[in-house]
């Protein structure tokens, strides 16, 4: 995806491009024998890939007309996961918005895109390197914050989903993420960003002692595009994670 073009379309005036961050992308995903290796890999996990994809769709179909909280009333679908469920990597961030409820996929609207891009300019693509969930599958009127019980009422989905999944690193993507993954509601990204955190026991979602990376949440980015180079920073990191796992 050119930048100009993904950049202009998400609204921005300024084009942020990281050249080292684009030759990094070029290189990962050029036909290297390291990349020719991976690819080798990948056939041995498709058979696991294809299970674990058989046993979500299971999973969601019985989710689909969850009325479990007034989310329901108003959302036209249920949006679960998407991406590579055999990854080794979850992010996972708030709720879907207007574009992700029409289309019933997460991360598709302008934040979706920001992401998405900032992403592959480190050579992580969806389909093959993470799977991307929300804290609550239904699309919050106005996009308003999920409440406390919307979150619990939801947490059962985003359970079972790591369950299945069995990320080892959860990358939670904003305040909401933080909380929803941790169960602690002082959570502050802000002090916490770019850090791990271990979850205790109140956690609705994870056993405890699990680890999880707080970032910014992309809309977040939208709204003040000069954090764009921390989270760079950010995703920098999360980068040399997975190739240490
Ligand atoms: N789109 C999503 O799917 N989740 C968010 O948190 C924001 C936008």
Known sequence: MKSAYIYKSIGFEKIYIDKNASEDAKNDVSKSAENKKQETSYEHHKSTTSELLRQLKAFYETCKDCKKC???????????????????????????????????????GK???????????????????????????????????????????????????????????????????????????????????????VTNFKSPVLEPGKKIFITYHPSYLLRNPS?????REDIAKIKQLIKSL
């Not at 249920?78 to 997460?106: C, H, R, W, Y």
């Not at 969930?133 to 985003?158: A, D, F, H, W």
């Not at 954090?227 to 989270?231: A, G, V």
């Open 111 to 197: 934040a979706g895109k920001l992401l998405t891009f900032e992403l592959e300019s480190v050579g992580l693509l969806r389909e093959r390197d993470y799977y991307i969930t929300n804290v609550v599958k239904c699309r919050p009127p106005g996009n308003r914050t999920p409440e406390e019980q919307e979150m619990m009422s939801c947490s059962y989905i985003l359970k079972q989903e790591i369950k299945l999944i069995n990320p080892q690193l959860i990358v939670a993507l904003g305040k909401t993420a933080a909380v929803g993954l941790s169960g602690n509601k002082q959570i502050s990204p802000t002090k916490l960003r770019g850090d791990f955190i």
């Open 70 to 108: 007034k989310l329901s009333e108003q959302r036209t679908q249920v949006v679960f996961g998407d991406g590579n469920p055999d990854s080794k990597v979850l992010f996972v961030g708030e709720a879907p918005g207007a574009d992700e409820d029409i289309e019933g996929k997460p991360f598709v």
């Open 227 to 231: 954090e764009i180079k921390n989270f």
